[in-house]
């Protein structure tokens, strides 16, 4: 289960998006996945990876099943590293992330090479300006790193 990290507020308090990310992933009726919380340091510390990894912590998921991925600053890079961490992984990835954001992710880690499929996507927000901004934002965000991940794969 890979859940794609987003925003860490000041003292190092999850974003209600970072939140409702790993309360889909957690919601997978799998027996014992892997978690793997995604993202790097920043404007406020700690990485995104480690608040995940707190939240999962705090809904009874050990230490054992969580592999942290510090590395990547953006979607694109995010899914180049999971991909070389998951590279001898058998079976499905499941992708946790916001609704909007999970066709890009899910075609990135596919171009990877890694079997990804959707899970249930948390519930939007309720503002429906900032619902239309992150949705128009992914318009010329899939193409362009779907391009990229292509090049660095030839």
Not at 45 to 66: F, H, K, N, W, Y
Request: aromatic content about 6%.
């Amino acid at each position: 289960m890979v859940i794609f990290g987003c925003a860490v507020l000041r003292g190092g308090r999850p974003s209600p998006m970072l939140q409702r990310r790993v309360l889909a992933a957690t919601a997978l009726e799998d027996r014992e996945p892997l978690y793997v919380p995604t993202g790097a340091l920043g404007r406020h510390p700690p990485s995104e990876a480690q608040v995940m990894a707190r939240l999962l912590r705090e809904r009874g998921i050990p230490d054992a099943r969580i592999t942290l991925e510090e590395t990547g600053n953006d979607t694109l890079s995010s899914v180049r590293a999971v991909a070389r961490l998951l590279r001898d992984h058998a079976g499905p990835v499941y992708v946790a992330t916001s609704g909007f954001h999970q066709p890009r992710c899910v075609l990135l880690l596919r171009l990877a090479g890694v079997p990804a499929r959707r899970t249930k996507a948390p519930k939007p927000v309720a503002n429906p300006l900032l619902r239309w901004y992150w949705r128009l934002r992914e318009i010329p965000a899939v193409p362009y790193d779907a391009a990229l991940m292509l090049w660095r794969r030839r």
